[in-house]
Protein backbone atom coordinates (compact mmCIF):
# COMPACT_ATOMS: atom_id res chain seq x y z
CA UNK A 1 0.00 0.00 0.00
CA UNK A 2 1.14 3.42 -0.84
CA UNK A 3 1.93 6.12 1.89
CA UNK A 4 -0.98 8.31 2.19
CA UNK A 5 0.07 12.03 1.21
CA UNK A 6 0.75 14.49 3.96
CA UNK A 7 -2.33 16.50 2.77
CA UNK A 8 -4.68 13.82 3.22
CA UNK A 9 -3.11 12.33 6.71
CA UNK A 10 -3.90 16.04 8.18
CA UNK A 11 -7.63 15.55 6.80
CA UNK A 12 -7.80 12.14 8.06
CA UNK A 13 -6.66 13.59 11.59
CA UNK A 14 -8.76 16.95 11.76
CA UNK A 15 -11.83 15.03 11.38
CA UNK A 16 -10.66 11.86 13.62
CA UNK A 17 -10.00 14.38 16.17
CA UNK A 18 -13.85 15.59 15.99
CA UNK A 19 -15.15 12.19 16.56
CA UNK A 20 -13.13 11.21 20.07
CA UNK A 21 -14.29 14.87 21.22
CA UNK A 22 -17.59 13.42 20.29
CA UNK A 23 -16.30 10.02 22.30
CA UNK A 24 -15.09 12.03 25.39
CA UNK A 25 -18.65 13.53 25.81
CA UNK A 26 -19.69 9.99 27.01
CA UNK A 27 -16.94 9.48 29.38
CA UNK A 28 -18.41 7.12 32.48
CA UNK A 29 -21.57 6.73 30.57
CA UNK A 30 -20.94 3.76 28.60
CA UNK A 31 -19.90 0.76 30.71
CA UNK A 32 -19.24 -2.00 29.77
CA UNK A 33 -18.99 -0.86 26.29
CA UNK A 34 -16.01 1.59 25.09
CA UNK A 35 -16.62 5.91 24.22
CA UNK A 36 -16.95 6.01 20.73
CA UNK A 37 -17.34 9.19 18.67
CA UNK A 38 -18.23 8.81 14.37
CA UNK A 39 -18.07 11.71 12.05
CA UNK A 40 -19.48 11.66 7.67
CA UNK A 41 -18.01 13.74 5.84
CA UNK A 42 -18.26 14.84 2.04
CA UNK A 43 -17.12 17.12 -0.01
CA UNK A 44 -15.16 18.69 3.23
CA UNK A 45 -17.86 19.19 5.06
CA UNK A 46 -19.31 17.40 8.27
CA UNK A 47 -22.98 15.62 6.96
CA UNK A 48 -23.19 13.54 10.37
CA UNK A 49 -21.93 13.10 13.64
CA UNK A 50 -22.82 11.23 16.91
CA UNK A 51 -21.46 8.95 19.58
CA UNK A 52 -22.49 6.43 21.78
CA UNK A 53 -24.31 7.63 24.57
CA UNK A 54 -25.41 4.44 26.58
CA UNK A 55 -25.17 0.50 26.15
CA UNK A 56 -28.14 -1.02 25.33
CA UNK A 57 -28.66 2.04 22.96
CA UNK A 58 -27.60 2.98 19.13
CA UNK A 59 -23.30 3.56 18.64
CA UNK A 60 -21.79 6.28 17.26
CA UNK A 61 -22.20 5.55 13.20
CA UNK A 62 -25.78 5.16 13.75
CA UNK A 63 -26.42 8.65 15.24
CA UNK A 64 -24.18 9.84 12.24
CA UNK A 65 -25.86 7.74 9.38
CA UNK A 66 -28.92 9.05 10.95
CA UNK A 67 -28.19 12.88 10.84
CA UNK A 68 -26.08 12.11 7.45
CA UNK A 69 -29.24 10.79 5.80
CA UNK A 70 -28.79 10.62 1.97
CA UNK A 71 -25.51 12.38 1.82
CA UNK A 72 -23.89 9.74 3.81
CA UNK A 73 -23.59 7.74 0.18
CA UNK A 74 -20.33 8.24 -1.43
CA UNK A 75 -18.79 10.25 1.83
CA UNK A 76 -15.92 8.92 4.49
CA UNK A 77 -16.74 7.87 7.99
CA UNK A 78 -14.02 8.50 10.72
CA UNK A 79 -15.15 6.18 13.70
CA UNK A 80 -12.44 6.30 16.72
CA UNK A 81 -13.03 2.48 17.40
CA UNK A 82 -13.60 -0.80 14.84
CA UNK A 83 -17.02 -1.12 13.53
CA UNK A 84 -19.05 -3.85 15.62
CA UNK A 85 -20.04 -6.67 13.33
CA UNK A 86 -22.08 -8.44 15.60
CA UNK A 87 -25.32 -8.91 17.15
CA UNK A 88 -25.72 -7.33 20.31
CA UNK A 89 -28.34 -5.46 21.99
CA UNK A 90 -27.94 -3.54 18.63
CA UNK A 91 -27.27 -4.45 14.96
CA UNK A 92 -24.00 -4.33 13.63
CA UNK A 93 -22.45 -1.58 12.61
CA UNK A 94 -20.35 -2.38 9.70
CA UNK A 95 -23.66 -3.47 7.89
CA UNK A 96 -25.38 -0.24 8.42
CA UNK A 97 -22.48 1.75 6.94
CA UNK A 98 -22.10 -0.82 4.07
CA UNK A 99 -25.82 0.07 3.42
CA UNK A 100 -25.38 3.86 3.51
CA UNK A 101 -22.60 3.40 0.84
CA UNK A 102 -20.17 5.13 2.46
CA UNK A 103 -17.33 5.27 -0.30
CA UNK A 104 -14.27 4.87 2.78
CA UNK A 105 -13.83 4.22 6.45
CA UNK A 106 -11.34 5.72 8.48
CA UNK A 107 -10.42 3.97 12.25
CA UNK A 108 -8.48 4.79 14.49
CA UNK A 109 -8.12 1.29 16.55
CA UNK A 110 -9.29 -1.91 15.81
CA UNK A 111 -11.37 -3.09 18.73
CA UNK A 112 -10.10 -5.74 21.03
CA UNK A 113 -13.61 -7.16 21.53
CA UNK A 114 -13.18 -11.12 20.58
CA UNK A 115 -16.74 -11.34 19.03
CA UNK A 116 -15.32 -8.04 17.15
CA UNK A 117 -11.73 -8.15 16.45
CA UNK A 118 -10.86 -7.48 13.12
CA UNK A 119 -14.74 -8.58 12.10
CA UNK A 120 -15.99 -5.34 11.26
CA UNK A 121 -13.34 -4.14 9.21
CA UNK A 122 -13.28 -7.36 7.42
CA UNK A 123 -16.56 -6.70 6.50
CA UNK A 124 -16.13 -3.19 5.10
CA UNK A 125 -12.95 -4.91 3.27
CA UNK A 126 -15.56 -7.56 1.35
CA UNK A 127 -18.22 -4.95 0.54
CA UNK A 128 -15.14 -3.05 -1.83
CA UNK A 129 -15.09 -0.45 1.25
CA UNK A 130 -11.48 0.75 1.76
CA UNK A 131 -10.28 1.19 5.33
CA UNK A 132 -7.70 2.88 6.80
CA UNK A 133 -6.38 1.94 10.51
CA UNK A 134 -4.42 3.61 12.92
CA UNK A 135 -5.24 7.43 12.57
CA UNK A 136 -4.61 9.12 15.90
CA UNK A 137 -4.37 5.26 17.69
CA UNK A 138 -2.45 6.86 21.29
CA UNK A 139 -5.11 9.26 21.70
CA UNK A 140 -7.83 7.07 20.90
CA UNK A 141 -6.40 4.20 22.75
CA UNK A 142 -6.06 6.83 26.04
CA UNK A 143 -9.54 8.20 25.85
CA UNK A 144 -10.41 3.76 26.29
CA UNK A 145 -8.11 2.87 28.25
CA UNK A 146 -10.16 0.91 31.07
CA UNK A 147 -12.53 -0.66 28.24
CA UNK A 148 -9.45 -1.97 26.81
CA UNK A 149 -8.24 -3.53 29.99
CA UNK A 150 -11.44 -4.80 31.35
CA UNK A 151 -12.32 -6.43 27.83
CA UNK A 152 -8.73 -7.91 27.46
CA UNK A 153 -8.35 -9.00 31.08
CA UNK A 154 -11.94 -9.66 32.77
CA UNK A 155 -10.60 -6.87 35.09
CA UNK A 156 -11.58 -3.25 35.46
CA UNK A 157 -8.86 -0.59 35.06
CA UNK A 158 -8.00 0.56 38.43
CA UNK A 159 -6.59 4.49 38.37
CA UNK A 160 -4.86 5.25 42.39
CA UNK A 161 -5.77 8.73 43.00
CA UNK A 162 -3.90 10.46 46.05
CA UNK A 163 -2.87 13.92 47.20
CA UNK A 164 -0.03 14.53 49.57
CA UNK A 165 2.43 17.21 51.05
CA UNK A 166 6.18 17.41 49.87
CA UNK A 167 7.24 15.56 52.60
CA UNK A 168 4.79 12.53 51.94
CA UNK A 169 2.51 12.27 54.12
CA UNK A 170 -1.60 12.49 53.41
CA UNK A 171 -2.34 13.77 56.93
CA UNK A 172 -0.83 15.40 59.38
CA UNK A 173 0.48 13.08 62.52
CA UNK A 174 -3.37 13.83 64.44
CA UNK A 175 -5.29 12.72 60.99
CA UNK A 176 -6.14 16.02 59.96
CA UNK A 177 -6.46 15.91 55.84
CA UNK A 178 -8.61 19.14 54.57
CA UNK A 179 -7.11 20.25 53.10
CA UNK A 180 -4.44 18.67 51.44
CA UNK A 181 -4.47 19.59 47.94
CA UNK A 182 -5.73 22.75 46.21
CA UNK A 183 -9.03 23.55 45.46
CA UNK A 184 -8.52 23.33 41.70
CA UNK A 185 -7.14 19.80 42.15
CA UNK A 186 -10.14 18.96 44.11
CA UNK A 187 -12.26 19.85 41.41
CA UNK A 188 -10.38 18.04 39.10
CA UNK A 189 -10.88 15.16 41.36
CA UNK A 190 -14.30 15.65 41.04
CA UNK A 191 -14.16 15.50 37.29
CA UNK A 192 -12.37 11.83 37.77
CA UNK A 193 -15.91 10.82 39.60
CA UNK A 194 -18.06 11.86 37.24
CA UNK A 195 -15.81 9.95 34.64
CA UNK A 196 -15.07 6.57 36.35
CA UNK A 197 -17.74 3.85 37.17
CA UNK A 198 -17.19 2.88 40.55
CA UNK A 199 -15.15 5.03 43.27
CA UNK A 200 -13.58 2.59 46.01
CA UNK A 201 -12.42 3.61 49.94
CA UNK A 202 -11.46 1.07 52.75
CA UNK A 203 -13.41 1.50 55.97
CA UNK A 204 -10.06 4.14 56.98
CA UNK A 205 -10.78 7.02 55.30
CA UNK A 206 -14.89 6.45 56.37
CA UNK A 207 -13.88 6.51 59.41
CA UNK A 208 -11.40 9.31 59.51
CA UNK A 209 -13.24 11.69 57.12
CA UNK A 210 -16.99 10.40 56.97
CA UNK A 211 -16.93 11.47 52.82
CA UNK A 212 -20.16 10.73 50.78
CA UNK A 213 -18.28 10.32 47.69
CA UNK A 214 -19.97 11.94 45.54
CA UNK A 215 -19.22 13.98 42.51
CA UNK A 216 -20.31 17.70 43.20
CA UNK A 217 -19.93 19.07 40.09
CA UNK A 218 -22.88 20.94 37.99
CA UNK A 219 -24.32 17.84 35.58
CA UNK A 220 -21.68 15.20 36.98
CA UNK A 221 -22.86 12.12 38.19
CA UNK A 222 -21.92 10.13 41.11
CA UNK A 223 -20.21 6.98 40.69
CA UNK A 224 -20.78 3.38 42.25
CA UNK A 225 -19.49 3.55 45.62
CA UNK A 226 -17.41 0.82 47.35
CA UNK A 227 -16.34 0.13 50.80
CA UNK A 228 -13.60 -2.34 51.18
CA UNK A 229 -14.59 -3.24 55.07
CA UNK A 230 -13.56 -6.22 56.08
CA UNK A 231 -14.70 -6.44 59.69
CA UNK A 232 -17.97 -3.93 59.54
CA UNK A 233 -16.65 -0.91 61.29
CA UNK A 234 -18.07 1.95 59.76
CA UNK A 235 -20.82 3.24 61.65
CA UNK A 236 -25.04 3.02 60.24
CA UNK A 237 -24.78 6.86 59.91
CA UNK A 238 -22.04 7.59 57.88
CA UNK A 239 -22.31 10.29 55.29
CA UNK A 240 -21.56 7.34 52.41
CA UNK A 241 -24.78 5.39 53.61
CA UNK A 242 -27.26 8.21 54.48
CA UNK A 243 -26.24 10.60 51.65
CA UNK A 244 -28.38 11.47 48.79
CA UNK A 245 -26.00 10.19 46.07
CA UNK A 246 -27.86 8.77 43.60
CA UNK A 247 -25.45 5.70 43.05
CA UNK A 248 -26.29 2.79 45.16
CA UNK A 249 -23.72 1.85 47.78
CA UNK A 250 -21.69 -1.34 47.97
CA UNK A 251 -19.78 -2.71 51.31
CA UNK A 252 -17.13 -5.89 50.89
CA UNK A 253 -16.71 -7.50 53.77
CA UNK A 254 -15.91 -11.41 54.95
CA UNK A 255 -16.65 -13.68 58.09
CA UNK A 256 -15.92 -11.26 60.15
CA UNK A 257 -18.57 -8.95 60.00
CA UNK A 258 -20.85 -9.27 63.00
CA UNK A 259 -24.25 -10.94 62.41
CA UNK A 260 -26.38 -7.97 64.20
CA UNK A 261 -24.45 -5.25 62.03
CA UNK A 262 -25.11 -7.45 58.61
CA UNK A 263 -28.79 -7.19 59.86
CA UNK A 264 -29.29 -3.66 60.27
CA UNK A 265 -27.33 -2.24 57.50
CA UNK A 266 -29.44 -4.68 54.95
CA UNK A 267 -32.39 -2.36 56.04
CA UNK A 268 -30.99 0.23 54.70
CA UNK A 269 -31.65 1.40 50.81
CA UNK A 270 -29.25 1.58 47.71
CA UNK A 271 -26.74 -0.30 49.17
CA UNK A 272 -25.41 -3.79 48.57
CA UNK A 273 -23.34 -6.26 50.94
CA UNK A 274 -20.60 -8.50 49.23
CA UNK A 275 -19.83 -11.04 51.71
CA UNK A 276 -16.69 -12.94 51.08
CA UNK A 277 -16.08 -16.31 52.70
CA UNK A 278 -12.34 -15.17 54.20
CA UNK A 279 -11.47 -14.72 57.45
CA UNK A 280 -11.11 -10.91 57.89
CA UNK A 281 -9.43 -9.50 54.57
CA UNK A 282 -11.05 -8.93 51.63
CA UNK A 283 -10.00 -10.63 48.50
CA UNK A 284 -9.26 -7.65 46.18
CA UNK A 285 -8.65 -9.46 43.03
CA UNK A 286 -12.06 -11.39 43.11
CA UNK A 287 -14.08 -7.96 44.52
CA UNK A 288 -12.52 -6.25 41.16
CA UNK A 289 -13.88 -9.94 39.14
CA UNK A 290 -17.11 -9.07 40.63
CA UNK A 291 -17.08 -5.65 39.47
CA UNK A 292 -16.33 -6.12 35.75
CA UNK A 293 -19.12 -9.14 36.11
CA UNK A 294 -21.16 -6.04 36.96
CA UNK A 295 -20.07 -4.23 33.40
CA UNK A 296 -18.38 -1.69 35.75
CA UNK A 297 -14.54 -0.91 33.96
CA UNK A 298 -12.99 1.74 35.75
CA UNK A 299 -12.15 2.09 39.41
CA UNK A 300 -11.24 5.27 40.82
CA UNK A 301 -9.03 3.95 43.87
CA UNK A 302 -9.30 6.89 46.34
CA UNK A 303 -8.97 5.45 49.74
CA UNK A 304 -5.96 5.03 52.34
CA UNK A 305 -2.42 3.71 51.96
CA UNK A 306 -3.49 0.66 53.34
CA UNK A 307 -5.72 -0.45 50.78
CA UNK A 308 -3.60 1.27 48.07
CA UNK A 309 -0.81 -0.77 48.81
CA UNK A 310 -2.66 -4.01 49.31
CA UNK A 311 -4.02 -3.38 45.27
CA UNK A 312 -0.41 -2.20 44.49
CA UNK A 313 0.95 -5.21 45.50
CA UNK A 314 -1.79 -7.55 44.59
CA UNK A 315 -0.98 -5.79 41.10
CA UNK A 316 -4.13 -4.42 40.53
CA UNK A 317 -3.54 -0.82 40.10
CA UNK A 318 -2.92 0.67 36.49
CA UNK A 319 -2.40 4.21 36.36
CA UNK A 320 -1.41 6.88 39.42
CA UNK A 321 -2.56 10.33 39.90
CA UNK A 322 -0.49 11.73 42.55
CA UNK A 323 -1.02 15.81 43.96
CA UNK A 324 1.71 17.24 45.42
CA UNK A 325 1.07 20.01 47.57
CA UNK A 326 4.14 22.63 48.59
CA UNK A 327 3.38 21.87 52.19
CA UNK A 328 5.63 20.80 54.95
CA UNK A 329 3.86 19.19 58.24
CA UNK A 330 6.54 16.68 59.22
CA UNK A 331 5.59 14.44 62.16
CA UNK A 332 4.62 10.69 61.90
CA UNK A 333 1.63 11.33 59.53
CA UNK A 334 0.30 8.77 57.29
CA UNK A 335 1.44 7.71 53.98
CA UNK A 336 0.11 7.01 50.69
CA UNK A 337 0.83 3.92 50.23
CA UNK A 338 1.24 2.40 54.16
CA UNK A 339 -0.21 -0.82 52.90
CA UNK A 340 2.89 -1.42 50.34
CA UNK A 341 5.84 -3.28 52.05
CA UNK A 342 9.34 -3.20 49.42
CA UNK A 343 12.32 -4.31 51.03
CA UNK A 344 14.93 -3.21 48.74
CA UNK A 345 15.42 -0.04 46.62
CA UNK A 346 16.36 -2.30 43.47
CA UNK A 347 12.74 -3.76 43.64
CA UNK A 348 11.30 -0.27 43.85
CA UNK A 349 8.16 -0.22 41.71
CA UNK A 350 8.86 2.13 38.38
CA UNK A 351 6.30 4.43 36.54
CA UNK A 352 6.10 4.68 32.65
CA UNK A 353 4.82 7.38 30.55
CA UNK A 354 5.18 9.65 33.11
CA UNK A 355 3.74 13.14 33.61
CA UNK A 356 4.44 16.32 35.24
CA UNK A 357 1.67 19.43 35.19
CA UNK A 358 1.86 22.45 37.44
CA UNK A 359 -1.32 24.21 36.27
CA UNK A 360 -2.98 23.10 39.44
CA UNK A 361 -0.85 24.65 41.43
CA UNK A 362 0.15 21.94 43.17
CA UNK A 363 2.39 19.59 41.25
CA UNK A 364 -0.20 17.16 39.41
CA UNK A 365 1.89 13.79 38.72
CA UNK A 366 1.19 11.14 36.03
CA UNK A 367 1.77 7.73 35.36
CA UNK A 368 1.18 3.79 34.87
CA UNK A 369 2.41 1.16 37.08
CA UNK A 370 2.68 -1.42 34.21
CA UNK A 371 4.13 -0.51 30.53
CA UNK A 372 1.30 0.32 27.76
CA UNK A 373 1.63 -0.91 24.21
CA UNK A 374 -0.85 0.17 21.09
CA UNK A 375 -1.67 -3.11 19.26
CA UNK A 376 -2.47 -2.15 15.65
CA UNK A 377 -0.75 -4.16 12.75
CA UNK A 378 -2.26 -5.78 10.26
CA UNK A 379 -1.72 -9.17 11.50
CA UNK A 380 -3.13 -8.83 14.97
CA UNK A 381 -6.43 -8.04 16.71
CA UNK A 382 -6.02 -4.53 17.60
CA UNK A 383 -6.61 -2.51 20.32
CA UNK A 384 -4.66 -1.50 23.90
CA UNK A 385 -2.85 -3.59 26.46
CA UNK A 386 -1.39 -3.00 29.61
CA UNK A 387 1.78 -5.44 29.77
CA UNK A 388 3.80 -6.22 32.45
CA UNK A 389 8.00 -4.81 31.66
CA UNK A 390 10.10 -7.04 30.60
Not at 178 to 200: A, F, G, K, M, T
Not at 299 to 327: M, N, R, S, Y
Request: aromatic share 6%.
Amino acid sequence: MQPKNTSQKLTDEIYMSKALELAALALGRTSPNPVVGCVIVKNDQIVGKGYHRKAGTPHAEIHALSEAKDQARGATAYVTLEPCSHFGRTPPCSDALIRAGVKRVVVALKDPNPLVAGGGIQRLHEAGIPVEVGVMSHEAAMLNEAFFKAITTKMPFVLYKTALTLDGKIATETGDSRWVSNESSRRYVHQLRNYYDVILVGSGTILRDNPALTCRLPGGRDPIRLIVDGELRIPENSQVLTSSGESPCIIATTKAAPIEKLKQLTKLENLEIWQYDTPRHVPVKEMLKDLFSRGWNSVLLEGGGTLAGTLIQEQCVDKLECFIAPKLVGGNGPSPLSGLHIPLMSEAIDLHDLQVDTTFGDIHVTGYLTSRQIINDENSKGGYSCLPEL
